[in-house]
Nanobody, 116 residues
Framework: QVQLQESGPGLVKPSQTLSLTCAVS??????????WSWVRQPPGKGLEWIGY???????YISPSLQSRTSISRDTSKNQLTLQLISVTPEDTAVYYC????????WGQGTQVTVSS
């Protein structure tokens, strides 16, 4: 029922800003007690949790990324947004959005490469 789809640029230059959008269907992102997360996986590495935005709009970002990461939403479009500033090649990864709670719904992921 719930579907998520990430979209955004596949290639970003170093020092620029990465902006990704997650379109959610089948459930409202404002539904009580629902939590929505961003996760990434660099090549050859494990999953890294980035942060979440709750149904209330409250956000939490992983301390390692907090200084240059923001998560927001557009409730009129039922979309989530990830913004990562000052990117470096170490930010190259497949980026996923997912419903953290109730657990079980993931997007297909979108590849982002940071390169000049």
């Amino acid at each position: 029922q719930v579907q998520l789809q990430e979209s955004g640029p596949g290639l970003v230059k170093p020092s620029q800003t990465l902006s990704l959008t997650c379109a959610v269907s089948g459930a409202s992102i404002t539904t009580n007690d629902y939590y929505w997360s961003w996760v990434r996986q660099p090549p050859g590495k494990g999953l890294e949790w980035i942060g979440y935005i709750a149904y209330s709009g409250n956000t939490y970002i992983s301390p390692s990324l907090q200084s240059r990461t923001s998560i927001s939403r557009d409730t009129s479009k039922n979309q989530l947004t990830l913004q990562l500033i000052s990117v470096t090649p170490e930010d190259t990864a497949v980026y996923y959005c997912a419903r953290a709670w109730p657990f079980g719904s993931w997007g297909q992921g979108t590849q982002v490469t940071v390169s000049s």
